[in-house]
């Protein structure tokens, strides 16, 4: 499924299947990541969420530690998939921009009733910046995960001063990734961004949302779709066109074959024909020329008629008839 208008419906296709797939598995391995990285401290035990129904579970380190570095594989593969798929289609609308900041605080004034909100594309300004704010932060969260993976490896040895570092800036990166998922979470409390919420699960957004604020977005999604119909039309029109040439060359060999097919018969007398056998012999010796065609013989009469379709000769028909050991008379 591709981005799109459908009129009809009154929506407007934002996402496919697969940015839906990658943005809630992205989105649920993060989480965990977070659950789990702050589980393997003792901080669930002692301000007690292990005493909630359920979560005795949460205050167990190996328990912790599974869920950790398995949403730390999915988090990895999902960031891998994201910039080699996107980037082989060459996606940039999520890349930030030239000004993006200076619109995205005027586009945040005017939440709060400030101003007017500029007319965006398919992504918001502010919509770039969280990208690139969480895709940054995600990096660092990878990156120094994987030190901290490494130096468990048999053989390993990093400097305790290397592991202090990455140690400090993994949990540092954790606490700002949080923050930036929050932030994330309460832009939604505007009433101008809950349109959004839709597209978070379906991957549409209402026609109107989209024309009023994505107007840019709308726009070109409109000229595309205008010049998709002409070129359809434009082929459709070819096609006709090819149909009524073949058309008409089929009527004008048609009539060409009618035309040699009603030329004006021609009748000869011949002498000499007493038999059955000399009307085979006259019949077969004008067939063999190419153009005489429908050979009656009319032994009673002494004459022969056919059709010549291809203006054979008179010389060539009397030369037939003759070397068949007859002779041609006058009509």
Request: charged content about 25%.
């Amino acid at each position: 499924m591709q981005e799109g208008i459908i009129k009809e419906k009154g929506i407007v296709l934002r996402h496919s299947p697969v940015e839906l797939t990658e943005h809630w598995l992205l989105a649920i391995s993060g989480l965990l990541l977070i659950f789990s990285g702050f589980g393997e401290l003792p901080m669930y035990k002692r301000y007690m969420v292990t005493e909630i129904p359920g979560m005795g579970w949460a205050g167990d380190f190996f328990i912790n530690l599974k869920i950790h570095y398995l949403a730390g594989i999915v988090f990895v593969s999902i960031m891998v998939f994201h910039a080699l798929y996107h980037g082989w289609l060459r996606h940039q609308g999520l890349i930030p921009r030239k000004g993006d900041v200076r619109t995205s605080l005027i586009t945040i004034l005017s939440m709060f009733g400030f101003g007017k909100e500029p007319k965006s594309g398919k992504y918001l300004p502010e919509q770039r910046l969280a990208y690139a704010y969480l895709g940054g932060v995600g990096l660092i969260l990878v990156l120094t995960g994987l030190v901290k993976v490494i130096k468990n490896l048999p053989g390993v040895y990093f400097s305790p001063s290397l592991i202090t570092g990455m140690t400090l800036i993994h949990t540092f990166a954790t606490i700002f990734f949080l923050l930036g998922v929050l932030a994330h979470l309460a832009a939604l409390i505007f009433k101008v961004n809950r349109p959004l919420v839709k597209s978070i699960f379906t991957g549409k957004v209402d026609l109107e949302y989209a024309q009023d604020r994505h107007t840019i977005w709308y726009d070109e999604m409109m000229k595309n779709k205008d010049e998709v119909k002409v070129e359809a039309e434009v082929k459709e029109e070819v096609k006709a066109e090819r149909s009524r040439e073949v058309e008409v060359a089929e009527k004008f060999i048609e009539t060409e074959s009618i035309k040699e097919d009603v030329k004006m018969a021609t009748t000869l007398k011949v002498k000499g024909m007493s038999c059955q056998h000399c009307v085979m012999s006259v019949t077969k010796a004008l067939g063999q020329l190419e153009g005489i065609k429908n050979v009656q013989v009319d032994l009673a009469k002494g004459e022969v008629r056919f059709d010549n379709t291809k203006e054979v000769p008179p010389h060539r028909i009397e030369k037939a008839i003759e070397e068949a050991g007859y002779k041609v008379g006058p009509s």
